[in-house]
């Protein structure tokens, strides 16, 4: 799966060019986000501006990611789309990660 | 066709509905392996066919997600190797689209068809489960879920509404 990465500040971007994180696809995007993450103690923030479906497997390999962060660290992810935040919101896990608004800012607030 | 043989009555096939209307059935019968590659193309399939078929965008995401939720667990439990086979019907109908799935897969665990909640969240990210949310999110926003497995095949029946 192809990941654009940059790092802005401390923050780590991460956006993923697939339209889906499904089924297919997980467990290479949990490999690349390992990968491209790998020594980096700051923020992770997941752009999911070209995702526009997340099914269950994809949820847990956001869960995945979120946990190899380790406790006291969030994932974040900035533009969701109405398909994903619906995944989100009816499994609660809207709960669990740090929703972003907006366009990807590495500091939650506008650009 | 022979009816009398055949193990499962397929409404599909034989539908009554929309006959008493002037304008046919919106439907859309496929027949695919059950692999991940044909899930996806058939979801593909399944936008690209019925956008049209609904304005709310929403009812239609909420859809493909149930059927991908259900397909994909054919695919990554039920199936039994190349041989197993999965066919969809959907029927349109003005508020809801009444769907069957039938597989010559694995029989599906009867615990999977009970609404039983949300994956347990015990405190701490260690402890956030990674799975158990897809049949969650089945029973969340499908209905009149039925299941029966006959002659080594599976039928799962339910209505997902528009």
Known sequence: ?111 | MNKETRPIQHFGARSHWGRTGPRPARRLHRSFPATAVEVTAFLSDFILRTGAWTADRARLDDAELVLAEILNNIVEHGSTGPDTMVEITLVFDATRIRAEVVDNGAALPLACLLDSGLPRMEPGIRNLPEGGFGWFMIHQIAGDIAYEHVGGQNRLIFSIPL
């Open chain 1, 1 to 111: 799966m192809e990941i654009e990465s940059r790092l802005e500040d401390d923050v780590l971007v991460l956006t993923p060019q697939e339209k889906r994180l499904d089924a297919n696809g997980t467990v290479a995007f949990k490999e690349r986000v390992h990968e491209l993450s790998a020594g980096h103690g700051g923020r992770l923030l997941l752009d999911m501006v070209n995702i526009q479906f997340l099914d269950s497997s994809g949820l847990g390999a956001l869960v995945a990611v979120m946990k190899s962060l380790g406790e006291g660290r969030e994932l974040e992810l900035s533009n969701c789309a109405p398909a994903v935040m619906r995944v989100l919101t009816l499994t609660r896990m809207d709960r669990i990660f740090l929703l972003r608004d907006g366009a990807a800012s590495p500091h939650g607030t506008a650009a």
